[in-house]
């Protein structure tokens, strides 16, 4: 598919996302959220893709969802536009493979939902972090109210949304928003160094990984647990499993084949 706002690259086992829209900082509009849905279904066909990394051209990942669109809406299509940003996000976070947010600037609003939509969050020293919707007489309408909390706690998530603070990624880091920080020009390289470890592993066991925390995180323990047993009881059907622990005993590198 060809795209206007995003950039779709593969290297190797990696796929590269790149939101370019660099003279509006690459806010979300309803163009940028439909090419997104497209890109994700797509990669969501490719076998070859091990993991994912999506990131922003110029100075912001993305700064907001786009509020020139926005400041028009009635009640029924803020509420339209809401679900499709929120069912496009659902979609990133529900994909087989882990996704990795190569913060490079702004993530607010719908930019900080994007990147809780992923799996690991590497920022540049030089991002920044916000959901500061209520000062445009709004709530996060992208997933942020169940998400942040979900990562750094109900007390911090409610702090943030209700003063609109922004915040800097050392802060972001200290609160666990944030996995690591990269400076801006080396953020990419850590974050293809992270993505070709990932994809390095036996690329069932990572997927069926992050289908049991995904699952499981929305249970009771007693559930999850069971989720995780079945998962992990799957795992002894696939060739890698034996490929995995029998070089393992040989001390020998593993020769993974995804099957």
Not at 11 to 25: E, F
Not at 58 to 79: H, L, N, P, W, Y
Not at 129 to 154: C, D, K, N, Y
Request: proline share 3%; aromatic share 6%; glycine share 8%.
């Amino acid at each position: 598919m060809e795209y206007t706002k995003l950039i779709v690259e593969k290297q190797d086992a990696v796929c590269i996302v790149k939101i370019n829209n660099p003279q509006a900082m690459n806010a979300l509009n309803s163009t940028v959220l439909g090419e997104l849905d497209a890109a994700f279904s797509e990669i969501g066909k490719d076998a070859d893709v091990k993991a994912v990394i999506i990131t922003g051209e110029g100075r912001a990942f993305v700064a907001g969802a786009d509020i020139s669109q926005m400041s028009t809406m009635s009640a029924a299509e803020g509420k339209a536009f809401g679900e499709q940003g929120a069912a496009v996000f659902r979609k990133i976070e529900q994909l087989p493979v882990p996704v990795i947010a190569a913060v490079n600037g702004f993530a607010l609003g719908g930019g900080c939902e994007l990147a809780m939509a992923c799996d690991i969050r590497i920022a540049s020293v030089k991002a920044k972090f916000g959901q500061p919707e209520v000062g445009l007489g709004i709530t996060p309408g992208f997933s942020g109210t169940q998400r942040l909390p979900r990562i750094v706690g109900m007390g911090i998530a409610k702090e943030l949304i209700y003063t609109a603070d922004i915040i800097d990624a050392a802060e972001a880091y200290r609160i666990g928003l944030v996995n690591k920080l990269a400076e801006p020009e080396t953020l990419m390289e850590e974050a293809l160094k992270m993505a070709n470890k990932i994809a390095s592993k036996a690329p069932i066991a990572v997927r069926y990984s992050k289908e049991a925390i995904n699952t499981g995180i929305q249970t009771d323990m007693d559930s999850a647990i069971a989720i995780e047993a079945n998962l992990f009881g799957l795992c002894f059907a696939s060739e890698d499993q034996k490929e995995g622990m029998a070089a393992f005993l040989k001390k020998e590198a593993p020769q993974f084949k995804n099957r």
